[in-house]
């Protein structure tokens, strides 16, 4: 079992940024790719950004190409996501999830924490 926890979301205005992290206990993290998703009230949820095991490869949205950036550190176990040049349709719930491999799919994902708001204002 593998037990994720984001944090680092907030308040922010439009421009701004924010990094968020997911930390992992129980197995190590090292043996898994990371997601980051989100969900907008009346929304489903959607792919953010992923990173393979190794770190090696990362996936990204469209919509958040250039402006967001997926990294892990296997030595601590964490993964993070740094958003910059916030948007207000950024604003969502964002989701941490750890699975075989990265993919955009969330029914890939076999873990999931509980999310981080982040809001962007106008």
């Known amino acids: 079992q593998v037990q994720l926890v984001e944090s680092g979301g907030g308040l922010v205005q439009a421009g701004g940024s924010l990094r968020l992290s997911c930390a992992a206990s129980?197995?190590?993290?090292?043996?898994?790719?990371g997601g980051w998703f989100r969900q907008a009230p009346g929304k489903e949820r959607e792919f953010v950004a992923a990173?393979?095991?190794?770190?090696?490869?990362?996936t990204y949205a469209r919509s958040v190409k250039g402006r967001f950036t997926i990294s892990r550190d296997n030595a601590k176990n964490t993964v993070y996501l740094q958003m910059n040049s916030l948007k207000p349709e950024d604003t969502a719930v964002y989701y941490c999830?750890?699975?075989?491999?990265?993919?955009?799919?969330?029914?890939?994902?076999?873990?999931w924490g509980q999310g981080t708001q982040v809001t962007v204002s106008s």
């Open positions: 129980g197995r190590t993290f090292s043996g898994y790719a």
């Open positions: 999830a750890a699975g075989p491999i990265a993919t955009m799919a969330p029914p890939s994902y076999n873990y």
């Open positions: 990173v393979s095991w190794s770190g090696g490869s990362t």
